[in-house]
C-alpha cells in the first residue's frame, strides 16, 4: 500500500464497519446526496489535490487559534507534538482526495469506521505512538468541525471555476461529504446510531 504513515485505507487487517452498505444509502437518502454530488466532488478534485497544502494551512491555523482543540494534538509534555500535526496532516490531505473520488463502497465504509476510532479512546494516539494525556476528540467539536470543514473550502473551490452554478455544485456535494464523513465517525460514539 501507498501513502503517508498509519494510512491503512484498504487494508485487509481493518475491521469491517458494523454500518452496513445498506444503512449507508439510507444516510445518503437522508442528506440528499446523489449521483450529481459524486460527479461534482470528481470535477473538484483537481482542483483541490494541488492546494492540499494550503488548505491544511487554514485548518492547522483554525485548530492552532483554539486552545481546546489544539490540546487534542499534545504530545506527553502537554505541548503541541509536531511529529504528531506532520503525520496526521498528510492523512488528513489524503482524506480531502479520498472524499472527492472514492466509491461509497465496502472498503470505503470499513476506513471511515477506523477513523472514527482514531478520534475515539478505543484508537486515538496509536496510528502516531504518540503518548498524549487528549484520550479521545469530544463528538461536540466532531460535529461541530463540518462547518469550519465545509466552509473554508469555498475560496478554493470558487479559484478553479468561473462558474457559479458549478460553483454551488461543488461547494454543495463537499458539504455533503463532509456531512456523511462525521455522520459514519460518530458511530463508536453513540449507543443509539
Ligand atoms: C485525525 C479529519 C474532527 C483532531 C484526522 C484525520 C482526518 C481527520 C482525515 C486523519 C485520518 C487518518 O488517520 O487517516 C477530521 C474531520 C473531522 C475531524 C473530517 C470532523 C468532521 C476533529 C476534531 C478534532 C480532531 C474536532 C479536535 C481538534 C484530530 C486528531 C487526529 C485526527 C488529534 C489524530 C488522531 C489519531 O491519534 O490517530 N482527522 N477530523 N479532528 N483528528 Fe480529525
Redesign the pocket.
Known amino acids: 500500500m501507498t501513502g503517508p504513515r498509519?494510512?491503512?485505507?484498504g487494508s485487509a487487517d481493518l475491521e469491517t464497519s458494523p454500518v452496513s452498505l445498506d444503512d449507508l444509502r439510507k444516510i445518503e437518502e437522508t442528506i440528499l446526496w446523489t449521483d450529481a454530488d459524486r460527479q461534482a466532488l470528481l470535477r473538484a478534485r483537481p482542483i483541490l489535490e494541488p492546494r492540499t497544502d494550503e488548505i491544511l494551512d487554514v485548518w492547522y491555523g483554525y485548530?492552532g487559534d483554539h486552545p481546546f482543540?489544539?490540546?487534542?494534538?499534545a504530545g506527553a509534555d502537554g505541548n503541541p507534538d509536531p511529529d504528531?500535526l506532520a503525520a496526521?496532516r498528510e492523512?488528513?490531505k489524503?482524506?480531502v482526495v479520498d472524499l472527492c473520488s472514492r466509491e461509497h463502497d465496502q472498503e470505503w465504509l470499513n476506513?471511515q469506521h477506523?477513523?472514527g476510532l482514531?478520534?475515539t479512546s478505543a484508537?486515538?494516539?496509536?496510528?502516531?505512538a504518540?503518548e498524549?494525556p487528549?484520550a479521545e476528540?469530544?463528538l461536540r467539536?466532531?460535529?461541530?468541525?463540518?462547518v469550519p470543514?465545509t466552509a473554508t473550502m469555498r475560496p478554493f473551490l470558487a479559484e478553479g471555476t468561473s462558474d457559479p452554478e458549478e460553483l454551488d455544485a461543488m461547494y454543495g456535494a463537499w458539504f455533503k461529504g463532509?456531512t456523511l464523513?462525521?455522520i459514519l465517525?460518530s458511530e463508536p460514539y453513540s449507543t443509539s446510531w
Not at 6 to 9: I, L
Not at 123 to 128: A, C, E, F, Q, S
Not at 141 to 146: A, H, P, T
Open positions: 498509519g494510512y491503512t485505507y485548530v482543540l489544539i490540546e487534542s494534538f504528531y496526521v492523512r488528513f489524503i482524506w476506513y477506523e477513523v482514531r478520534h484508537k486515538k494516539n496509536l496510528t502516531d504518540v498524549s487528549a476528540i469530544k467539536y466532531l460535529i461541530g468541525f463540518i470543514l463532509v464523513t462525521a465517525w
